[in-house]
């Protein structure tokens, strides 16, 4: 069906703009009113989602016309979906889904960003998101006495990630994550050398195919496990598993929960106790594939209701960003002692993207990076020391950003802080 | 010249004259422009024949000036600013065509004068947002079209309030209907189906009766107007408030307008307070002048339909906690001057003599648009000039009008002189040319520019006077319409 | 029609080569037009500078803010103002803010609240710009249309900097008029649409005394944000009437004591969209109101300065409504509801969800002026509608119509619609014809004319201010390369 199944959806574009902003009644000034990346940077109206959804519309019509420019337009988003809540408050249409087709259908046609395709070959032979990646997979976990899910029986399979399980600087946070899981006496393991990329990353860059390769392995190890619970430290892992594995239809019974989701529940049950003062000010960011792209998967099937409306039957449900995960990475920041806690003017489901999504961290770094100073800026502005991420992404994109700004804010995962606190 | 007989067809011969004494009426007036004497003074009393004047004097290249109010002009719009002018006096057309209560509007000829058109609109329950203490006969056309300030900043949302529509013939000849007014149809027959001429915008994406304020008859004479009216309260209550310090006054006024609760509010130097309320001359002035502090602000709290009681008392309640604040007290009377006296007293145009001519027989008045901010030292930049020239700045009346809702204040100061003691009146003179230079300097706006100060004022802004100009070159293409004034 | 290189190049030079694009591929985003470039100026100086070019080679050119309701002939220059967002001032004191194309309603709203101030926030949405004119929600206390503008910087169809009022003279913003005869006369008025030629780079707007809190305390998720609290001192309901006639009674009645904050003639129907979330729970919400409202209504926000104020306002709120038999809609006061439609009305301002989300088309009639007047002109046209709601062509609203006071009732805002599927041709058709001939009835009996309508026609019966407008127009652009902007409605 591809694009052709959002055809009405991108008609019903009104051009109102509002996916240019967070919802209107949480403007709360001149600044940090802007949500959407991509027309935040670029200006022309085609980067934004409204204008996204037109050259779909119209493209559909008269065929694709592919430029350097309209290239250009495509692999500048980062796929953060904060377009379509703000259209969603008011409007009753698919959004980040069109986008995210129109990338899929450049692909399709060959008409591929090198950086990307790059990417790609890699994660077709190496299985990871990380080109070049030197060593093992699970090479951090020497010495730390954590079972192999593989092999062992276990109750929760924590799965790194690719990036924290490659990236020299961030395989803290799968350290950091380790050592909770096992102060709160977690019956986990890690699938070692045998993780896999989750294949979200794939996806939102325009790659289905090789998303779903990713998708079935990773389940099918997972089967053979007999694991019922996965956890992720990283919030593309998180969404892939939960989200785009449940669309299809691949899920299963599997439970998924992001770590933020698990410590916040060990710390509910008293099985977790953060005693150790960590003395900060800090601000949270919500990762958009936590937050509002999080949102569990619903499954619809429908027909449009001849007439006026653009309405189905059954009604279809749309998922606006209301149930993302914004609450447990936050009680849990207030969980620990010491900890000044502030919020940014965009929180939850119209949070400013950090820059690494879709691609763009890849593709153009320079945006990347533009993106992530734009929220540190925001984090700042609070008062905050330090920002606080749930997302290896995230910290990465913001370690790069600050590097190049010289800001003095410190960026964390909140395992990090969380391994203080114990 | 146009010949008389072409004149008199069109007005009658009783309305047509060129009497030596007709004409030095019209030649010049208090303030000190250049006399020019006039042609011929017609009076003519319906549009038709108004009409029939501008298209003959584009026929025959004739200057016309046209004149509403009656005696004594100050400004020098209304002298001819060329020879050979025939002065188009409206003064006889009188007409209140209508008042209408259930709308809040009117609709009058340019003759009809404050004194007139206040008992008719009583008479139905709503009155007019006035300026303060015109003269007896200040024509309400006139000031609308003059954007004088009025004394109930509350009700003046834009500032062309009150003036809702107006019928111009423009400098061309051709009638023009402004805002509602224009159609579709004619007014009567707007009225048939319950149309009355209130909106002001339009039609299309002009606001056209913004061209024909303040421009001093210089694009078309109006042949009526209809303006928004407000009702009349039920109960009233009136305050001042006097201080030395005027920041602590201004402060007070922008929070009373800023929340509304005031109707009539203006601010008076001691020397207006006496200038006005004076009652036994000159006792009374100078008693009045040697008691009051520096400034007094006079407001007013109204009541309407329901409730009126409980409205005014939860806005004195509301006002008791800003002079609180501001360590002021509204009382009810100053310097032996009653607020009630003052409320009665700006409710109607000024009684005879006129107060700014009671003093000394005359009054230059030097008036500016400001904000908050700069009112202060633009007042102490007057003070300085006045010293300078020689003029007691003691005897400088001052009125402060906040406009437009508080967006900005009308600041004008009052020299008042004796016109036969020529060295008191070349010094006014020269003062107020110094005034509106210095002042200029000091970031006044000047929006109303009349007689000699004119070109200085227009000078500062090429790009404004180019688009006029077009304009002007459109509606009067023979630049009949009173020519020598603003900048054409 | 592409421009030619050294064309480009010239433009390019001036907004450097980030800020203009004539790929095909940018187009379809805008419109179903296609421009010779869009550019996207940053500054006045660079607005001119574009003009000037524009005038240079003859290439007809538009401005837009937001760009949600022009309508744009092809091949033009489209200068999107975007990059041109900054709140330049906020004078408190002196109660004008001063902005750029760029900042929208939402943006200067929220900064305004913190200082206990409001503007007028049209009724298409704080999504548009702050900068132009237009009506909406709250004109009952802050006005509506070109009355808000102070000083305007508007660069002129040949490329001069005008700089009207004060600002021209002596830098200020308060005040856009003089010296002499005002240039606000040209630089807009108000519905029916249009916009003067050239392009404003900035403008002053009014201000006005806001009673609420400086931040709505808003909880829950998108798209159901609920208000944790009624802020002190405000209060939100709607009442319907038995009668049109009654309704207005109470309408003007509240419009002479000036209590309300805000005074919407929303239907049931617009209040049912503005309350809920997607489409399916509109019409049941619809049809639940529908059933409990005795006659056409409207929608009141009252907000007090003080306790004594707010209660003085609520007495005589319900005084005035229950002379005239007014009766509140239970449903709404369920402080949920009312929390939701107040923040909706205010810092929303209403529009998408009771216009596009339903996703039909709809044909408007709307008219600015004299209520009672217009009033009295919808009533008719209402009933012009009903035999297409038999037939099932429109969508059921019982003939209703909306509108609201303008100025404490001074002044009004009229409007009428019919939604309708555009895939059904005897529906467009039949709303067309409906349209044409209420436009037709009111311009021959005399109750106003849609200056959208013939101009030969209509030119002629409003004084032929089109003839004069042409003049103007000539005057300004005498190459020809400025059109009046459209639909400003
Ligand atoms: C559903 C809907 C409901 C609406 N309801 C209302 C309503 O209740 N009240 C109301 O007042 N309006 C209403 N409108 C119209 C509304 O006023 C405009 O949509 C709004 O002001 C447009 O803002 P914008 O930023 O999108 O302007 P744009 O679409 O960018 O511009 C509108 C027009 O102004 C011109 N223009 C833009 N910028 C400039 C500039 N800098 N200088 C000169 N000309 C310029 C454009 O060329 C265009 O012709 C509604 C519109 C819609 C779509
Ligand atoms: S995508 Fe949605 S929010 Fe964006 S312009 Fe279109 S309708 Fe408006
Ligand atoms: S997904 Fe993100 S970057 Fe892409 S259009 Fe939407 S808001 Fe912009």
Redesign the pocket.
């Known amino acids: 069906m591809g694009l052709e199944q959002y055809k009405g959806d991108m008609e019903m574009c009104c051009r109102c703009s509002a996916c240019k902003f967070i919802p209107m009644q949480k403007v709360k000034g001149h600044q940090y009113a802007y949500v959407c990346p991509s027309i935040s940077r670029y200006n022309f109206h085609a980067y934004s989602a409204g204008g996204r959804l037109n050259i779909g519309a119209a493209m559909l019509k008269d065929g694709m016309k592919y430029t350097d420019k309209l290239l250009d337009i495509v692999y500048n988003c980062q796929l953060c979906g904060a377009c379509g809540v703000s259209c969603n408050y008011a409007m009753d249409m698919e959004v980040l889904e069109p986008i995210n087709e129109f990338r899929i259908k450049c692909v399709e046609d060959k008409k591929t960003h090198p950086a990307l395709d790059k990417i790609i070959a890699n994660l077709k032979k190496q299985g990871s998101m990380i080109p070049g990646a030197k060593g093992k997979r699970g090479a951090w976990a020497a010495g730390l006495k954590i079972k192999d899910a593989t092999k062992e029986k276990v109750d929760v399979l924590y799965h790194v990630g690719c990036l924290t399980s490659y990236d020299k600087n961030l395989q803290k946070l799968a350290k950091a994550t380790a050592k909770i899981l096992q102060k709160a006496g977690v019956n986990f393991g890690i699938a070692g050398d045998a993780e896999m990329c989750c294949g979200g990353r794939a996806y939102q860059m325009g790659y289905p195919k090789e998303f779903l390769n990713q998708a079935k392995k990773n389940m099918a190890m997972i089967k053979k496990a007999g694991v019922k619970t996965v956890v992720t430290s990283c919030a593309d892992g998180y969404q892939a598993f939960k989200v785009l594995y449940d669309r299809f239809d691949l899920k299963g019974e599997l439970k998924v929960l992001h770590i933020s989701e698990y410590i916040d529940k060990l710390i509910r049950d008293g099985k977790l106790k953060p005693r150790r003062k960590v003395e900060m000010a800090a601000t949270y960011h919500d990762p958009c594939r936590l937050g509002r792209l999080g949102e569990p998967w619903v499954h619809w099937e429908g027909k449009k209701i001849p007439g006026d409306r653009f309405v189905f039957d059954p009604p279809k449900p749309y998922r606006r960003g209301a149930n993302g995960v914004y609450e447990p990475p936050r009680d849990v920041l207030k969980a620990i002692p010491g900890l000044k806690f502030t919020e940014m003017t965009r929180i939850k489901e119209y949070s400013w993207c950090c820059g690494a999504g879709g691609g763009v961290i890849e593709s153009n770094p320079e945006f990347a990076k533009w993106t992530a100073r734009e929220r540190i800026e925001e984090a700042v502005s609070t008062g905050a020391e330090a920002l606080v991420t749930a997302c290896p992404w995230c910290e990465k994109i913001f370690n790069e950003a600050i590097k190049e700004s010289g800001s003095s804010l410190k960026v964390y995962d909140i395992v990090e802080l969380v391994e203080k606190a114990i | 010249m146009i010949a008389k007989e072409k004149l008199v067809k069109i007005v009658g011969a009783a309305n047509v004259s060129d009497k030596p004494a007709a004409l030095d009426e019209y030649s010049s007036d208090i303030s000190f422009v250049n006399p020019v004497r006039p042609t011929w003074v017609v009076k003519p009393k319906n549009t038709d024949a108004v009409q029939k004047l501008i298209k003959l004097a584009n026929k025959t290249q004739t200057p016309l000036v046209p004149v509403s109010s009656g005696p004594p002009h100050f400004r020098g719009d209304t002298v001819p600013g060329i020879g050979g002018a025939v002065i188009v006096d409206l003064s006889g057309m009188k007409k209140i065509i209508f008042v209408d209560r259930a709308r809040r509007v009117a609709m009058i000829e340019p003759g009809v004068t404050y004194g007139e058109l206040i008992p008719a609109a009583a008479k139905e329950g709503i009155r007019i947002n006035m300026p303060l203490l015109p003269r007896k006969t200040k024509t309400v056309v006139g000031s609308m079209l003059e954007r004088e300030p009025v004394t109930m900043p509350k009700y003046q949302w834009d500032i062309s309030d009150p003036l809702a529509c107006i019928e111009v013939i423009f400098g061309n000849g051709n009638e023009f209907r402004t805002g509602q007014a224009a159609g579709p149809g004619t007014v009567k027959e707007q009225w048939a189906v319950g149309g009355i001429q209130k909106a002001p915008y339009g039609p299309g994406i002009a606001s056209w009766h913004r061209l024909i304020q303040g421009s001093q008859g210089t694009m078309g004479i109006v042949t009526w107007a209809s303006m928004r009216c407000e009702l009349l309260p039920s109960l009233e209550e009136p305050f001042v408030v006097s201080s030395s310090d005027l920041d602590t006054l201004l402060d007070m006024t922008s929070w009373l307008i800023r929340l509304r609760m005031v109707n009539e509010c203006f601010i008076l130097n001691g020397t207006n307070m006496a200038a006005i309320f004076a009652k036994k001359w000159p006792k009374d002035y100078q008693a009045i002048k040697d008691t009051l502090p520096a400034w007094t602000l006079f407001y007013n709290l109204a009541g309407y339909e329901y409730y009126p009681e409980e409205r005014i008392s939860s806005y004195i309640t509301d006002i008791s906690q800003i002079t609180r604040r501001l360590g002021v007290e509204s009382v009810k009377s100053v310097g032996g001057v009653s607020a009630n006296e003052i409320l009665k007293a700006v409710q109607q145009p000024s009684p005879e003599p006129y107060w700014k001519l009671r003093y000394k027989g005359a009054c230059e008045d030097v008036y500016l648009l400001t904000i908050h901010d700069k009112l202060e030292s633009l007042i102490g930049e007057m003070n300085d000039l006045a010293d300078k020239a020689g003029y007691p700045a003691s005897d400088m009346g001052i009125y402060i009008q906040p406009i437009v809702q508080g967006t900005g204040y009308h600041c004008e100061f009052n020299l008042f002189y004796d016109p036969a003691n020529s060295s008191e009146s070349n010094r006014v003179k020269e003062l107020s040319a110094a005034a509106v230079k210095g002042l200029m300097a000091k970031g006044a706006f000047f929006s109303r520019p009349y007689g000699e100060n004119a070109g200085m004022i227009l000078n500062r802004d090429a790009a404004t006077i180019g688009v006029l100009n077009k304009l002007k070159g459109l509606f009067d293409p023979n630049n009949v319409m009173n020519p020598g004034k603003i900048c054409f | 029609m592409a421009l030619k290189k050294d064309v480009y190049k010239e433009f390019e030079s001036v907004v450097g080569e980030e800020n203009i694009c004539d790929d095909p591929a940018i187009m379809p985003a805008y419109y179903s037009n296609k421009f010779a470039a869009v550019i996207l100026p940053g500054n006045t100086a660079e607005v001119q500078a574009v003009v000037k070019l524009c005038n240079k080679h003859k290439l007809v050119f538009?401005?837009?803010?937001?760009?949600?309701?022009?309508?744009f002939p092809p091949d033009i220059i489209l200068m999107d103002?975007r990059r041109m967002n900054h709140i330049i001032e906020i004078n408190e004191k002196n109660m004008y803010a001063v902005v750029e194309?760029y900042v929208i309603s939402s943006q200067l709203q929220a900064e305004l609240f913190k200082r206990g101030l409001n503007f007028c926030i049209?009724?298409?949405g704080t999504n548009?710009?702050a900068m132009?004119r237009?009506?909406?929600h709250m004109d009952q206390t802050t006005s509506g249309d070109d009355r808000n503008h102070l000083a305007i910087e508007w660069v002129t169809p040949e490329g001069d900097i005008v700089r009207s009022g004060a600002l021209g003279s002596s830098d200020e913003w308060f005040c856009g008029d003089g010296p002499g005869p005002s240039i606000r006369s040209i630089l807009t008025s108000a519905v029916p649409p249009g916009?003067t030629p050239?392009?404003?780079?900035k403008a002053a707007v009014k201000l006005y005394h806001w009673p609420g809190p400086s931040e709505f305390p808003i909880a829950g998720h998108s798209p159901k944000y609920v208000l944790s609290e009624i802020p002190a001192n405000m209060m939100a309901r709607y009442y319907s009437f038995p009668s049109v006639e009654k309704m207005w009674q109470a309408e003007i009645g509240l419009g002479e004591a000036e209590v309300c904050y805000e005074l919407m003639g929303f239907n049931a129907a617009m209040v049912a969209a503005n309350i809920t979330t997607c489409n399916e729970e509109d019409e049941a919400m619809f049809n639940r109101l529908n059933k409990e409202v005795q006659g056409p209504g409207f929608f009141v926000i009252i907000a007090g300065n003080s306790p004594a104020d707010f209660a003085y306002k609520k007495k005589v709120l319900e005084k005035i409504v229950e002379e005239a038999g007014g009766k509140s809609l239970k449903t709404l006061e369920d402080p949920e509801l009312e929390g939701i439609i107040m923040c909706q009305c205010i810092r929303i301002s209403a529009?998408i969800r009771e216009?596009?989300r339903p996703g039909g088309a709809f044909n408007s009639i709307p008219i600015m002026g004299q209520r009672d007047l217009t009033i009295k002109w919808a009533i008719g046209a209402g009933e012009a509608k009903k035999p297409l709601i038999e037939k099932g062509l429109i969508v059921d609203d019982g003939g209703a119509f909306f509108g609201w006071g303008v100025e404490q009732g001074h002044l009004g805002k009229t409007e009428i619609f019919c939604k309708y599927s555009p895939s059904n041709p005897t529906a467009k058709a039949a709303v067309e014809t409906w349209q044409r001939e209420q436009n037709r009835r009111a311009f021959e009996e005399r109750y106003f004319a849609s200056t959208m309508g013939p101009q030969d026609e209509i030119g002629p019966a409003l004084c032929n201010y089109s003839q004069w407008w042409s003049k103007v127009v000539k005057a300004l652009d005498p190459n020809g390369v400025s059109p009046e902007?459209?639909?400003?409605?």
């Open positions: 538009r401005p837009i803010c937001t760009g949600w309701s022009g309508m103002l194309p049209k009724g298409a548009c710009t132009l237009g009506h909406g916009v050239g392009v404003f780079t529009s216009t596009f902007g459209g639909s400003l409605v």
